[in-house]
């Protein structure tokens, strides 16, 4: 799957409420977030691009908590059985599991020089998964790699924390 988010081909949930506004804007999915938790519009993965694929996004954070992550859900099932490979505009990132709503680090919370900090500026973000073993970039920089673990779904989209808009 590819989508460079100028049109809705994949019907990515467009949503306008109290809680949260998405729109494209024509270069890209905006998730514009007026409450505490996590959003997380994904897309179902076919059963043969399980064993190995990569997940890439180019993501920027436009406004709002800059403590608080936004980045790529993968391997979920639903809202409360996932995983997360987050930035944060103060330039840290994390990877991590959400089991059955709790939340476990597979990378606690590190700063990279490899983020871009700040508002507007763009950040890319990749996961490989090759057989066994998982990869994680920031702008081209490997920055953290590990031996794969269970993903519980098929799922793989992203994810925005708390009160903020992202692209």
């Not at 076919?46 to 997940?55: C, F, I, N, S, T």
């Amino acid at each position: 799957i590819g989508d460079n988010f100028k049109t809705n081909r994949y019907e990515w949930y467009i949503n306008n409420d109290q809680d949260v506004a998405t729109s494209f804007t024509g270069d890209a999915y905006r998730i514009k977030k007026n409450y505490s938790g996590s959003y997380l519009p994904s897309l179902l993965f076919g059963e043969k691009d399980m064993p190995a694929h990569r997940v890439e996004l180019a993501v920027k954070h436009i406004e709002g908590a800059d403590d608080h992550g936004f980045g790529l859900c993968f391997g979920k099932r639903d809202v409360n059985n996932f995983l997360v490979f987050l930035i944060y505009p103060n330039g840290y990132f994390y990877v991590g599991r959400v089991s059955n709503s709790n939340w476990t680090a597979l990378k606690d919370m590190t700063e990279s020089d490899a983020i871009r900090k700040g508002n507007y500026l763009p950040n890319y973000l990749r996961f490989v998964n090759d057989n066994g073993k998982w990869d994680f970039y920031i702008n081209d920089k490997l920055v953290y790699s590990r031996n794969a673990s269970i993903m519980s779904g098929k799922e793989f989209g992203c994810i925005v924390e708390n009160k903020q808009t992202v692209d």
